[in-house]
């Protein structure tokens, strides 16, 4: 059931900021690095008005110069999606506001991701069922466990307008927990095109409350350590949110 009181887990998601906050390649570093702050910032990973990693410790977790950081911070506070603050409690803060969600605004995503919807379907149901079932496989550990019903809890007492930040932690979460960086890595990218799709369309109260029961579904499934049970729960929830975005765009 949605509540209204959040649990803010936001700057500190743990795997979620794990699988946004990767390192980046050499060759391309300042557009990577832009690319990474962005995936945090839309993604809700740090949310707005929260404050980003200290910069010695952002660097280090991005593998990139304090330089090319600094550049990265300078080109999204341009943009206005970021502010630097002076002072002890300084640092980058996110400014970024979400748009006005409407049919419009939804289709106009759309356009602007040049990609086939089907085909993005597709492929998230590819990683987000393959992701469960492995994780399945492998089992949880202790600490594991304690996690994942963390992430659970606190997407399942969200109020409406935190919700789809909690979710995406708690998907990336599953993701990095299944072990795999790369898996964890893709993920994030494509979460982040259907989150900016998803942020322009209006939340709907039961349809949250029936999400929520279907991520009881598939931790329930991890737990049992059941493959079929977790690809069963995660297709689920899957046709849910695609039904629900081909009707809002029809």
């Known amino acids: ?82 502010e630097s603050r002076r002072g002890r409690t300084g640092g980058t803060f996110v400014t970024y506001v979400r748009p006005r969600p409407s049919r419009a605004e939804a289709r106009r995503v759309l356009e602007g991701m040049a990609v086939d919807l089907d085909d993005l379907f597709a492929f998230r149901r590819a990683l987000e069922i393959g992701t469960a079932a492995l994780l399945a496989e492998r089992g949880l550990t202790a600490a594991q466990d304690r996690l994942l019903a963390e992430r659970l809890a606190a997407v399942d007492g969200a109020e409406v307008a935190d919700y789809r930040r909690l979710d995406t932690v708690f998907h990336l979460t599953l993701a990095e927990l299944a072990g795999s960086p790369s898996l964890a890595a893709a993920l994030t990218d494509v979460r982040m095109r259907f989150n900016d799709l998803l942020d322009a369309m209006p939340m709907l109260v039961k349809n949250l409350e029936h999400s929520s029961a279907q991520h009881r579904a598939i931790v329930a499934a991890v737990r049992a350590g059941d493959p079929d049970a977790a690809r069963r729960a995660v297709g689920e929830h899957l046709e849910g949110s695609e039904a629900l975005m081909r009707g809002f765009l029809s």
Do not use: K
């Not at 649990?7 to 500190?12: F, I, R, V």
């Not at 743990?14 to 702050?37: D, I, K, M, Y």
């Not at 910069?55 to 911070?73: D, K, N, Y």
């Open 1 to 82: 059931m949605v509540r209204t009181n959040a649990e803010p887990t936001a700057g500190e998601a743990g795997p979620a900021a794990e699988a946004v906050f990767r390192p980046v390649r050499a060759g391309n570093a300042f557009e990577e690095t832009v690319e990474r702050l962005l995936s945090a910032i839309r993604l809700g990973v740090v949310p707005h008005g929260d404050r980003f990693p200290a910069e010695r410790e952002l660097a280090a977790r991005l593998g990139v110069s304090r330089i090319t950081l600094r550049e990265a911070i300078r080109a999204l506070a341009e943009a206005g999606y970021v």
